[in-house]
C-alpha cells in the first residue's frame, strides 16, 4: 500500500476539509472545485475500483471530473480501458496531481556500498559540506522547517507548504521526523521524511542560498538515506522528478530532478493516461 492510501495520510485529507468515500478498499477524495465542479481523486489505489459499483456511487455524491492516478504495479493497458470506460460518463482530469516519474534509493546494502552509488560529485559533495562544518540533526520542530522551506520557495512558499503542519500533527512521531541542516547556529535547510511500512518518502525539503553554497542540500539527502535506514525502511521514495513523457509539463523540476538522480536510485514511471498525453 502506497502512503495515499494510509489511514494516516485519510487523516490529513480529511483535516483539508475533503470528504472522504471508500469502495473496494480504496480511499477517494471529494471536493467542490470553484468553477471545476465536484472532483475526485482516486490516488495509488491498490486495485482499480469496479466500475459498476464506482460510477453510480461517484454520481451520488455529483462528481463530475475524476482523476486517477495509479499504483507502479498497475497495468497499463488495464488503466488505459478504464479511464476510457470512466470518461464516458465523468470529464477525467487531465493534469496529474502527483509524479508520474520517480527515482528510488534501495536501502538493504550497507551505508558504505550506498555512498559508494552516489556520482562523484555527489561525494565531493558531502565531504566539502562537512568540511565546512555543516552539522544536520533530526528535530520536531515543523515551523523551523517551514520557515526554510518558505524562503528557499521565494514568493510560492506559501502554497508549497499548505497544510504540512496538519501533515506533520498526524504522522509524528511514529511515521514522520525531519532534518534541519545548520551552520554556525543558523538553520540552512531541511527536510520533512515519511515513512509508511517499508518506503521513507523524501516528503518536502528546502535550502537557503547559503546553504545551497554550502551543499547542505546534499548532505541532508545522505543523512535522510541513513536515518531511513535506522527506522527499517527498505526504499527511499524521491517522490517526483520530471518526466520526459510529459515533455511540456513541470518543466521547472528539472534542475531537482538532475539533482535526485546523483544518489545512485532506480527510476520508476507510473502509468499515465493517454488523456493526459
Same mark, same amino acid.
Given at each position: 500500500?502506497?502512503?495515499?492510501?494510509?489511514?494516516?495520510?485519510?487523516?490529513?485529507?480529511?483535516?483539508?476539509?475533503?470528504?472522504?468515500?471508500?469502495? !473496494?478498499?480504496?480511499?477517494?477524495?471529494?471536493?467542490?472545485?470553484?468553477?471545476?465542479?465536484?472532483?475526485?481523486?482516486?490516488?495509488?489505489?491498490?486495485?482499480?475500483?469496479?466500475?459498476?459499483?464506482?460510477?453510480?456511487?461517484?454520481?451520488?455524491?455529483?462528481?463530475?471530473?475524476?482523476?486517477?492516478?495509479?499504483?507502479?504495479?498497475?497495468?497499463?493497458?488495464?488503466?488505459?480501458?478504464?479511464?476510457?470506460?470512466?470518461?464516458?460518463?465523468?470529464?477525467?482530469?487531465?493534469?496529474?496531481?502527483?509524479?508520474?516519474?520517480?527515482?528510488?534509493? !534501495?536501502?538493504?546494502?550497507?551505508?558504505?556500498?550506498?555512498?559508494?552509488?552516489?556520482?562523484?560529485?555527489?561525494?565531493?559533495?558531502?565531504?566539502?559540506?562537512?568540511?565546512?562544518?555543516?552539522?544536520?540533526?533530526?528535530?520536531?520542530?515543523?515551523? !523551523?522547517?517551514?520557515?526554510?522551506?518558505?524562503?528557499?520557495?521565494? *514568493?510560492?512558499?506559501?502554497?508549497?507548504?499548505?497544510?504540512?503542519?496538519?501533515?506533520?500533527?498526524?504522522?509524528?512521531?511514529?511515521?514522520?521526523?525531519?532534518?534541519?541542516?545548520?551552520?554556525?547556529?543558523?538553520?540552512?535547510?531541511?527536510?520533512?521524511?515519511?515513512?509508511?511500512?517499508?518506503?521513507?518518502?523524501?516528503?518536502?525539503?528546502?535550502?537557503?542560498?547559503?546553504?545551497?553554497?554550502?551543499?547542505?542540500?546534499?548532505?541532508?539527502?545522505?543523512?535522510?538515506?541513513?536515518?531511513?535506514?535506522?527506522?527499517?525502511?527498505?526504499? *527511499? !521514495? *524521491?517522490?517526483?522528478?520530471?518526466?520526459?513523457?510529459?515533455?511540456?509539463?513541470?518543466?521547472?523540476?528539472?534542475?531537482?530532478?538532475?539533482?535526485?538522480?546523483? *544518489?545512485?536510485?532506480?527510476?520508476?514511471?507510473?502509468?499515465?493516461?493517454?488523456?493526459?498525453?
Amino acid at each position: 500500500m502506497e502512503i495515499q492510501q494510509s489511514p494516516l495520510y485519510k487523516k490529513y485529507i480529511e483535516a483539508l476539509h475533503w470528504d472522504v468515500i471508500s469502495l !473496494d478498499g480504496v480511499n477517494m477524495w471529494i471536493k467542490k472545485i470553484p468553477f471545476l465542479g465536484t472532483l475526485a481523486k482516486i490516488q495509488r489505489p491498490t486495485t482499480l475500483p469496479y466500475l459498476p459499483q464506482l460510477i453510480p456511487l461517484l454520481k451520488k455524491h455529483h462528481v463530475t471530473r475524476v482523476a486517477v492516478e495509479p499504483t507502479l504495479d498497475t497495468n497499463p493497458e488495464q488503466y488505459q480501458q478504464y479511464i476510457k470506460s470512466l470518461s464516458k460518463f465523468f470529464y477525467i482530469h487531465k493534469e496529474p496531481f502527483l509524479p508520474t516519474k520517480t527515482i528510488c534509493v !534501495d536501502l538493504t546494502p550497507s551505508e558504505k556500498i550506498i555512498f559508494q552509488k552516489f556520482t562523484e560529485a555527489k561525494r565531493r559533495a558531502v565531504r566539502k559540506a562537512t568540511k565546512h562544518g555543516v552539522i544536520v540533526k533530526e528535530s520536531t520542530d515543523i515551523k !523551523d522547517l517551514l520557515l526554510v522551506k518558505n524562503k528557499s520557495a521565494g *514568493f510560492l512558499g506559501g502554497i508549497t507548504t499548505y497544510g504540512i503542519d496538519k501533515l506533520w500533527d498526524i504522522f509524528y512521531p511514529k511515521n514522520a521526523t525531519i532534518l534541519l541542516a545548520s551552520y554556525r547556529g543558523q538553520i540552512i535547510g531541511g527536510i520533512l521524511l515519511l515513512f509508511w511500512e517499508d518506503v521513507a518518502y523524501y516528503w518536502i525539503a528546502g535550502a537557503t542560498k547559503k546553504g545551497k553554497k554550502l551543499f547542505a542540500p546534499t548532505l541532508l539527502v545522505w543523512e535522510a538515506l541513513k536515518v531511513s535506514k535506522k527506522h527499517k525502511m527498505k526504499w *527511499f !521514495d *524521491f517522490i517526483g522528478v520530471w518526466d520526459e513523457r510529459l515533455p511540456r509539463k513541470n518543466t521547472e523540476w528539472k534542475g531537482f530532478s538532475k539533482f535526485k538522480e546523483g *544518489f545512485g536510485g532506480q527510476t520508476l514511471l507510473y502509468p499515465i493516461s493517454l488523456t493526459i498525453i
